[in-house]
């Protein structure tokens, strides 16, 4: 009975992850012990008599009944546990075979047991037969045996050498011990008596072969390791390495080298070889399979079971007979979350031997970490490659950006050229024109009509409009040309602002607007000034004001600013949108409201006043709000001479 409940509570861990805490596990352990001492209690075998004739007579317990039922019961909860685990192996070949072997080895043991301790002796009443009740464990022991050599039951090597060790140790320390105790005995003591002395002596021995222990303990452990583990290895010492690999390498095919060096040289391996998938076919292979007699195809590769398949466990087949064509040992699916990455292929050990649990569970974990970092290499180089290609698309734009702009360059010099022709060339008829009509108002050859005067008046101001805009023209020319220069000197910037109010004021009152001019409130002194282009400004302002203002009035003031003089054109007109105030000053450019209001504008007044006020030290003033009118003006320095900075050309 104690045999089969330990095998029975044997079977109950065997396969079962969660048995190592639990109620049922308590259970299975308490029901053991109790049906163990109720075995062995006077309920099942009564008292035992001899025979007259040398035979035993044993008389059954009250409860014996009892006893084939709890075998029964024992065997049935073993084959359950056995059952549970096969089922429970799923493609672990390797598990449900050594489930089923000891099953084997289980039921033919019990069979027998049955007969020969129950069964026979309760009909024939020869309890003689029962005798040879314990060699029928052979069956039991015999399938057990060979489910630990063949199908790696148990990894015993590791007790087999620990157990070789300890021998050796106790036969050695035995041994010089007692010869010690026998040469002392023989040498010096000469009586039968053992005196305090000889008692210290052998006292000192044992303490020095106690010392002396745990260096000869170490000494064997080292002799057994090297005659059963000659190709053992650290676990930990060959993860770390590899993890450390793996963790350094982003290049997929380093990683791939490096890492199969590293299985092979750790685990002593003879070969492996990595096969990458991507959308169904090879992406990647690497490394060397060294009984391979023919290569891998990835059709053959797909239709491998996605599990962990050791060649020395799997049946006769189709998948075994491709494993060993392949000189493949182990075959690993290198999978993640989304899904299988490739396979990972290992061959024959250089020592021969099987895989053991511990390669196996080494392989296994090394395969997840490999399937990660497979994964994190492919996306490395997709990335590498997705720079790589950006780059050059880059440069290419670049490339075409740099003929596009010398071709603008080209087109631009083109533009400047002829704008500066085109100014140059109008300027003469425009004069004409400007002064004729200027002569025919002035009635030097004769009266006009109010309706010819009116005509004439405003064919002048579309004149004057053509001279102001071929003058902006042609100083933007002359800005790209470099050739836009400062002409110092001294201005009365009052008076030149006077002038340019009287000039515009009729075209004001003609609109039905106020004019105001507000003089500084004390004299100011001469400014070292471009004249004509600080005129052209003054002149610029008032003209948007007075064209952009349909009701209210226009005011120009001048006033100091402690060393700055200050000049605005304020006026109660259409205003400039929130969203364009900070674009008005670029060239050419023109609010939408303005161009609606007046569509033959150029859009280079606003350009060449930001440009002639900061080359003269200065800074543009400008304030706005839609429908409610504008402020633009200038500040510029009060200076002497001696501060004036020198004359510079525009970039």
């Not at 009250?62 to 084959?79: D, E, K, R, T, W």
């Not at 035995?174 to 002395?197: K, N, V």
């Amino acid at each position: 009975f104690l045999v089969l409940a330990t095998i029975a509570l044997f079977a109950f861990y065997f396969g079962n992850k969660r048995a190592a805490s639990g109620r049922q596990r308590l259970i299975q352990e308490l029901f053991i012990v109790a049906g163990t001492l109720f075995s062995l209690s006077d309920f099942i075998v009564g008292p035992v008599s001899k025979r007259p004739d040398g035979g035993t007579d044993v008389a059954p317990g009250s409860l014996y009944v009892i006893y084939p039922i709890l075998v029964l019961l024992l065997f049935g909860l073993a084959c359950f546990y056995l059952w549970r685990a096969a089922r429970n192996a799923g493609t672990n070949i390797r598990l449900r075979t050594q489930a089923h072997l000891i099953m084997f080895g289980l039921a033919g043991f019990i069979i027998l047991a049955l007969l020969t301790n129950i069964v026979i002796p309760a009909i024939t009443g020869n309890w003689a037969i029962s005798r040879i009740g314990p060699l029928l464990t052979v069956f039991l022991v015999g399938s057990v045996s060979y489910a630990i050599v063949k199908h790696r039951l148990f990894d015993i090597r590791l007790i087999v050498a620990r157990s070789v060790a300890y021998v050796l140790l106790l036969g050695t320390l035995t041994g010089l011990y007692g010869l010690s105790i026998f040469a002392f005995s023989r040498l010096f003591i000469a009586h039968s008596g053992i005196t305090a002395g000889e008692m210290a002596i052998a006292i000192a021995l044992a303490l020095l072969l106690a010392v002396t222990f745990q260096p000869l303990r170490r000494l064997f452990e080292k002799l057994t390791d090297r005659l059963l583990f000659r190709n053992g290895y650290d676990t930990q010492v060959v993860l770390d390495n590899i993890s450390s690999v793996l963790a350094a390498e982003l290049l997929l095919d380093r990683l791939l080298e490096r890492g199969m060096r590293e299985i092979c040289h750790h685990m002593r391996l003879s070969g492996g070889a990595f096969i990458i998938l991507e959308q169904g076919k090879v992406y990647k292979t690497a490394g060397f399979l060294s009984m391979a007699r023919q290569d891998i195809s990835v059709n053959e590769a797909l239709k491998l079971p996605r599990t962990t398949l050791v060649a020395d466990e799997l049946d006769d087949g189709l998948t075994k007979d491709f494993l060993v064509n392949h000189g493949i040992r182990v075959s690993l699916p290198l999978r993640t979350r989304e899904g299988l990455v490739g396979y990972l292929f290992v061959s024959d050990k250089l020592n021969g031997a099987v895989y053991s649990s511990q390669d196996v569970g080494v392989l296994e974990i090394l395969r997840k970490e490999f399937a990660i970092a497979i994964v994190n290499a492919k996306a490395y180089a997709e990335i590498s490659r997705f720079n790589q290609t950006l780059q050059e698309r880059v440069h290419e734009a670049t490339h075409r950006l740099q003929i596009a702009n010398r071709n603008l360059k080209v087109l631009d010099k083109a533009k400047d050229d002829f704008i500066s022709m085109a100014s140059h060339q109008l300027g003469t008829p425009l004069t004409a024109i400007t002064g004729y009509l200027s002569m025919a108002l002035d009635e030097d050859n004769g009266s006009l009509t109010m309706q010819q005067r009116e005509y004439v008046n405003f064919a002048l101001e579309a004149a004057e409009r053509l001279v102001a805009m071929s003058s902006d023209l042609l100083n933007v020319s002359r800005l790209s040309a470099g050739r836009f220069m400062i002409q110092r000197q001294p201005v009365d910037l009052v008076q030149l602002a006077d002038q340019e109010a009287q000039q515009l004021r009729p075209a004001a009152e003609r609109k039905g607007l106020t004019f105001t001019f507000i003089p500084p409130a004390e004299p100011l002194p001469k400014l070292q000034l471009d004249e004509s282009k600080t005129r052209q400004v003054i002149m610029n302002f008032i003209d948007n004001a007075i064209y952009y203002t349909e009701h209210g009035g226009v005011t120009l003031a001048i006033k100091r600013e402690g060393k700055m003089v200050s000049l605005t054109v304020t006026d109660t007109g259409i205003g400039v949108p929130a969203d364009e105030q900070g674009k008005l000053f670029a060239k050419f450019y023109r609010a939408d409201n303005a161009k609606a209001e007046r569509p033959d504008g150029t859009g280079l007044g606003l350009y060449l006043a930001k440009r002639v006020i900061e080359d003269q030290g200065g800074e543009l003033i400008f304030q706005s709000q839609v429908g409610q009118g504008s402020t633009f003006g200038f500040r510029l320095p009060i200076a002497t001479p001696a501060e004036i900075p020198r004359h510079k050309a525009s970039e």
